[in-house]
T-cell receptor, first 113, second 117 residues
Framework: GESVGLHLPTLSVQEGDNSIINCAYSNSASDYFIWYKQESGKGPQFIIDIRSNMDKRQGQRVTVLLNKTVKHLSLQIAATQPGDSAVYFCAESNNNAGNMLTFGGGTRLMVKP | GAVVSQHPSRVICKSGTSVKIECRSLDFQATTMFWYRQFPKQSLMLMATSNEGSKATYEQGVEKDKFLINHASLTLSTLTVTSAHPEDSSFYIC?????????????FGPGTRLLVL
């Protein structure tokens, strides 16, 4: 069935470096994407979102890139900090499903001091 | 911003007992609430969608008689795990939204860790 998945289950980066977390999706009807951060034992925390009419969106230290041609999106974190260590999930939605979300498999980001 | 709470945050129970988990939207009225289950090192899996005043819609493979959902008010939804067994041990997360409309933001609760002995 349709799914949202990730390429890398674990990403280890040095503090101060940039991080790139990737996500592939298969539902061609997906038109709204969200990145979440989840710390251990906590609920998901919204980071940034992007709609399919855009290919890039920037926030504070984060950038999301969307490539609809290959059904791929990425989350870039600039100057990664120890507090960025968490599991990151992408989620997708489409207007046929209301505001229901389908979550990807998650990538654990480990920041080395 | 919108705040969603869950209670309890952690619960340990004996096999065969029932456990109730509450999800509350603290500063907004949530017509729609979602219940997710997350096993260790896995993603969030949607269990059911509840709309205030109506029956919940369960995802395929989720037993509605085992996971009872009640959404009796615009600020409270409850998930009752009936006759819990060790395989029900998981992290249960709820989210709340103003409506089920496309693009309506889901605000997530902090989760409830359930351990069934």
């Amino acid at each position: 069935g349709e799914s949202v998945g990730l390429h890398l289950p674990t990403l280890s980066v040095q503090e101060g470096d940039n991080s790139i977390i990737n996500c592939a999706y298969s539902n061609s009807a997906s038109d709204y994407f969200i990145w979440y951060k989840q710390e251990s034992g906590k609920g998901p925390q919204f980071i940034i979102d992007i709609r399919s009419n855009m290919d890039k969106r920037q926030g504070q230290r984060v950038t999301v890139l969307l490539n609809k041609t290959v059904k791929h999106l990425s989350l870039q974190i600039a100057a990664t900090q120890p507090g960025d260590s968490a599991v990151y999930f992408c989620a997708e939605s489409n207007n046929n499903a209301g505001n229901m979300l389908t979550f990807g498999g998650g990538t654990r980001l480990m920041v080395k001091p | 911003g919108a705040v969603v709470s869950q209670h309890p945050s952690r619960v340990i129970c004996k096999s065969g007992t029932s456990v109730k988990i509450e999800c509350r939207s603290l500063d907004f009225q949530a017509t729609t609430m979602f219940w997710y289950r997350q096993f260790p090192k896995q993603s969030l899996m949607l269990m059911a969608t509840s709309n205030e005043g109506s029956k919940a819609t369960y995802e395929q493979g989720v037993e509605k008689d085992k996971f009872l959902i009640n959404h009796a008010s615009l600020t409270l939804s409850t998930l009752t795990v009936t006759s819990a067994h060790p395989e029900d041990s998981s992290f249960y997360i709820c989210s709340a939204a103003l409506s089920a409309s496309y693009g309506e933001t889901q605000y997530f609760g902090p989760g409830t860790r359930l351990l069934v002995l």
